[in-house]
């Protein structure tokens, strides 16, 4: 049985993990037979967003804390990830992959990334193993690898093209419900809510492309290793 790291970043688009990318993601690896572990860094939001007004909140909340009303309360720090025990790994979208796991949403092609995700990323790569990165996660993934010009998607907004593309990395415009592949650096990638108008039928259908993807990938590593 393949084995899956999902790494959350919070729970609530706005502010943490795009819940809807989040469920599909972990819809389809269960469906394709994948065990999966779910982590998350144990570390305060950057900020706390009311979902209805889409105004900061004055309050603090935790990451871990949060990610696991998406895992019920099946989720790990996201310091006791270990590449070795797993065959790839997927990161749903949402605003917090580039607050919380990065700066990303503040410094664009100048962010800063979390030393604790940035050394999940480049484990995985190290081991060469996949990776599948939904919605704005393609674009922070580009900014926390070592790889080179790492080939992604995050739909047709021009301005995170052009910050993936100051990263060293090669965008591809893409619908919602299409997946890009790159094989050498074994990435596959979708918008997702990169287009906050996307139907959820095709939200799901480029999620469950990059899960398809990403299983392949692994299948094909394990049998050349």
Known sequence: MTKVA?????????DGAEIRES????LYLDEMGAEVSIFAP????????????????????????????IARGKIAPLVQLNAEDFDALVIPGGFGVAKNLSDF?????????????????????????????I??????????????RLKVTIGEDAGV????????????????DAVVIDDTNMVASCSAYMRDDAPI?????????????VLRMSDK???VA
């Open 221 to 223: 590593q394990k049998k």
């Open 161 to 176: 093209a052009s910050a993936i593309e100051a990263l060293g990395g090669i965008h591809e415009n893409a619908a919602t």
């Open 42 to 69: 144990d570390v305060e939001q950057r900020d706390v967003m009311d979902h209805i007004t889409g105004k900061p909140q004055d309050e603090k909340r935790n990451v871990l804390v949060e990610a696991a009303r």
């Open 23 to 26: 469920v599909l993601s972990l």
């Open 105 to 133: 949403a503040l410094k664009g092609p100048e962010a800063e990334i979390l030393p604790v995700f940035q050394k999940a990323i480049h484990d995985f790569e190290e081991a060469g193993k996949p990776i599948g990165a």
């Open 135 to 148: 919605c704005i996660s393609p674009a922070v993934l580009v900014a926390a690898s070592k790889g080179d």
């Open 6 to 14: 999902v790494i959350l970043s919070g729970c609530g688009y706005l």
């Open 201 to 213: 039928a095709d939200v799901a259908a480029g999620i469950r492309k990059v899960i398809e993807q």
